[in-house]
């Protein structure tokens, strides 16, 4: 997994059915020092992440298991809520 | 899911019998301020996204799942048209 | 999908059963605009595509299931042979 | 897989519930001379590596594989703890 | 697939037990004029690849499927070892 910040969300009317009423969270993937890294992606979540939060997420199959339609074509999800990071 | 901007389409006869009739874009990644990123890749649509949309679209097995025939060899498809992205 | 130019061909002895007879191309992974990105990679043909043709090919899983053998292990294959681009 | 150094744990309260008690270490890809490489990474751990420690991860569907439940959201997941690496 | 020069190989103890007895190699990256590029992966063989031969591999589950236990976690492995690369 990677960690990311949330940083907006995502509005879409016309998009595959699976996903209606899953929150698609913009989330710009981080360093454990809590620096930005590359580029936002676009990411389902169904733990409520607010803005400003930092979360970890899986890409391909695995981002859309948690959510309740797991074989939906979504490609990232959040995983968890980071509580903090310890590192050396 | 990654965000990207609709810049063309690809017209290809001679191809996998299970995408015929499938439209297939040429989108651009962007990022949540609609800079342009990376490189252009080929994506399936059946939404009907046009030129100059802004799209978000899933990678890898997911990216067929959404197609006629979703075990089809695809491994980029269009999830949604974007309406608005909220950012800080 | 990415866009790529074919560039040239492997031939391998020792290899996986599975892939005996299957064209071994090299590509080039190219823009909307034919220019040359990134690293050619290998990809499995089956439609015969021409040192120097454009063709776009999918990755992981999807790249595989256009051949004889679909769960043989190759991961990039020709999806499409590529008329044209159009882009704005 | 690639190699990575241990570099510190994330501690994660609201989660996917079938990681509760499984370990989340923060990885640092490194190379075969053991420099840091790009971005540090979430991934799980059954084997007890410690922080300082080498080990070889897999990504994607076959990081989870080792985990008490398989089919898991996890894209990361440590193989093996390193020895040593033999290079020219 | 890519493909890789052959570099070295690595030694794990404790591992996941579907890959005992499986040759970890340390491979690189190179393009078709046997260039160095990226990052070093380890990737399982079976095919007896020696340090210095040139080798295409496959990613993600692809790269699992040549082994004794196809369902194993491993996300690299070798499809072949190559004679030649004929491009323009």
Partial sequence: MQMAKVIGMVTSTVKVKDIKGVTLLVIQ????????????IVAADVFGAGVGEYVFYAK???????LPIPTSCVDAGIVGIIDSVHTL
């Fill in 29 to 40: 993937p981080v360093n454990s020092k809590h620096e930005l890294l590359g580029t936002p």
């Fill in 60 to 66: 391909s199959k695995e981002g859309a298991m948690n």
